[in-house]
């Protein structure tokens, strides 16, 4: 009995013997690493494309799975320490994969692995690392695929997957398996025909083929009727041909293409179907790489020499800037190495060097960037060689400047317009520089300027527009070598019509004048008396009226004048009167006779109506006869007397 007992107590002990060693062995190997969280990973499709959000990862596809990982600086590091991989939200490994991670040379450092469907692989590091104190660092991507199964719907016709069917010796895949579903509805299709054309590096294995009649499910998956199908196959080549009779319900048939030439890295392999002019694709994706590096010799004699290692970095984004060039300097200002770059990673690593004081000094900015001659110093002391010296040192990128160009135009006619005048401004309205001027062709360019938000604001419109009073907004970004060009379309003025004036007040028409009364005839009045007989010697010529006087002849001195016969006494010799005429309503008219003696009528009233207007001819025509015919009667008198 005793024995029993000591030797229960004895394999109790051996199991917390092992238990212990086990957890110490684990917890020692488990190191610190960066860059392979799934938060880290980027995640792209079987086109390049780079998935933002992994939880709609679909389950029918397989995604690349990248990451960038690093071992900090003074992390021990030994043989067999692992590192664990998580996969993304939504991602599980579509097969089993074991695969090296090599250094440029393509040593293994390390090697991956990881199991299908899980979510968690691990890199188990060799020594090859463990030499290498700083900047351990590289890269790892695999094929993952995802879990979201997606709607359940039925509008498809056609559809096709695949997965990796069997494995080598060597763990490399052997076969696919490719998965062709049709008539998901239960259809009466009659005869169908399903060309398969196969991808490089696959030959068709026809006593595969296994096809199924059936229906599917609300969740979307197969049941299987328990009937099988046997469709005639013809193959040639990469090209296959499945035909089917009398299809009634959902198909679903599978078979297996054997591979060639894969390789231990990434695979990829497709596969094309169609049917009554529907095509869909399968793709399968299978292996993974991985690398590693890092920098220090832990041969060295560390008691004696110390390392340090320069971090180059944008001073406002943090990135890390490769391709700056350094000089290593002594305390006293000697170069100890020169022309020292930046690595992709922006590191500088130096090591084997004594306890002292030293400093970078960059001679050769990263591309875009103002050269920092700040010298970097750093101290290597004794008795603290075992880590390297960290140093950084911030660049600012230098500006790049833009420009851009502004083109203004009539609204309507797309005419190019000149004499426009604006105001640049920034994002707060600050006026920058003011007075600029469309030529022109309508364009005004302003170069030399910082990457920020502006603003073009007009001041003054051309001759006959409206002034736009909208700001043209636009941006100048850093690394932009093309000018921005801005548009801008002015309407033209609308000429104003003038106001029609408002009409006057119309006249009241006059009172119309009463007709007058007609002139009463005028009763002839009685004959003058004779006037007394002109003496002799005291005859006058007579005068035509309106003409000037005839002189009297001069009478010749010395002659004795000739009298004129005297009239007989007790007779006289009357003058002729002519008598006056006046019509009536007429004005009155003054006709002189032969002896200046004026004949009067009675004043004419103007004729009021057409019949008045006639009565006016008439007298003119009778006066001017009446003045003719005195005239001529006058010259009578005179050649008679």
Do not use: C
Request: charged share 15%; hydrophobic share 35%.
């Amino acid at each position: 009995m005793r024995t029993k007992v000591y030797l229960a107590l004895l394999g109790l002990l051996t199991v917390m013997l092992v238990v212990l060693a086990t957890g110490q062995v684990a917890k020692a190997a488990s190191i610190t690493t960066t860059g392979l969280a799934g938060t880290d990973a980027q995640v792209t499709d079987r086109y390049g494309t780079v998935v933002k959000d992994p939880s709609t990862l679909s389950k029918w596809e397989n995604y690349s799975i990248q990451y960038q990982w690093a071992i900090p600086d003074g992390e021990s590091l030994a043989a067999g320490d692992t590192a664990p991989v998580t996969l993304p939200n939504g991602a599980v490994a579509a097969s089993d994969l074991n695969f090296p991670l090599t250094d440029a040379d393509g040593t293994t450092i390390g090697t991956f692995v990881i199991k299908a469907g899980e979510t968690t692989g691990t890199i188990t590091f060799n020594d090859e690392l463990a030499t290498k104190t700083i900047d351990r660092h590289g890269t790892l991507n695999f094929y993952a695929k995802g879990t979201a199964a997606g709607d359940t719907h039925f509008g498809w016709q056609l559809n096709k997957i695949g997965w990796i069917g069997s494995y080598d010796e060597q763990g490399k895949p052997s076969q696919l398996t490719w998965n062709v579903a049709f008539n998901p509805t239960g259809a009466n299709l009659g005869t169908v025909v399903v060309t398969d054309t196969l991808g490089p590096n696959q030959t068709f294995l026809p006593t595969t083929v296994s096809a199924m009649a059936g229906q599917y499910d609300s969740a979307g998956s197969f049941i299987s009727s328990g009937e099988p199908l046997t469709p005639q196959v013809i193959y040639q080549g990469n090209q296959v041909k499945f035909i089917f009779s009398n299809v009634t319900t959902a198909v679903n048939m599978v078979y297996n293409t054997q591979l060639e030439n894969v390789t231990t890295n990434s695979n990829s392999w497709t596969n094309t179907a169609s049917m009554q002019g529907t095509t869909v694709s399968g793709h399968v994706s299978w292996g993974g790489a991985g690398t590693g590096s890092g920098q220090g010799d832990g041969d060295d004699d560390e008691d004696a020499t110390g390392s340090v290692v320069l971090n180059k970095k944008d001073a406002t984004t943090g990135a890390v800037l490769p391709g700056a060039s350094y000089d290593l300097r002594a305390s006293d200002g000697t170069v100890i190495a020169s022309d020292i770059q930046t690595n992709a990673k922006g590191k500088v690593f130096v090591d084997d060097l004594n306890p002292g004081t030293y400093s970078f000094v960059e001679t050769k900015a990263p591309t875009g960037y103002d050269l920092n001659q700040t010298p970097i110093r750093f101290e290597i002391t004794a008795g603290d060689l075992s880590t390297p010296v960290q140093v950084t040192q911030k660049d600012v990128e230098r500006p790049t400047t833009g420009a851009v160009i502004l083109t203004k135009t009539d609204a309507t006619s797309g005419e190019k317009l000149a004499g426009a005048t604006y105001d640049l401004q920034n994002q707060a309205g600050t006026v920058l520089k003011s007075g600029l001027t469309t030529d022109a062709q309508g364009q005004l360019e302003i170069t030399g300027l910082s990457p920020a938000d502006y603003m073009l604001v007009e001041t003054q419109a051309p001759i006959g527009y409206d002034l736009s009073t909208t700001p043209l907004v636009f941006k100048i970004v850093a690394g932009q070598t093309a000018a921005v060009t801005v548009t801008a379309k002015d309407v033209k003025q609308l000429t104003e019509p003038s106001k029609p004036e408002v009409p006057g007040e119309p006249e009241e028409p006059g009172t119309p004048l009463e007709p007058g009364e007609p002139a009463l005839p005028v009763v002839p009045g009685e004959p003058s008396e004779p006037e007394a007989p002109i003496k002799p010697g005291e005859s006058e010529t007579p005068v035509e009226p309106g003409l000037p006087m005839v002189p009297k002849e001069p009478v010749v001195p010395g002659e004795p004048v000739t009298p004129k016969e005297p009239s007989l006494p007790g007779t006289t010799t009357p003058k002729p009167t002519v008598p006056s005429v006046t019509l009536p309503g007429q004005p009155s008219t003054t006709v002189t006779v032969q002896d200046n003696t004026p004949v009067t009528t009675k004043p004419v009233k103007l004729p009021q109506t057409a019949e008045a207007s006639h009565q006016v001819v008439w007298v003119m025509a009778i006066g001017l006869l009446l003045l003719f015919s005195l005239i001529g009667f006058g010259r009578w008198l005179v050649r008679r007397y």
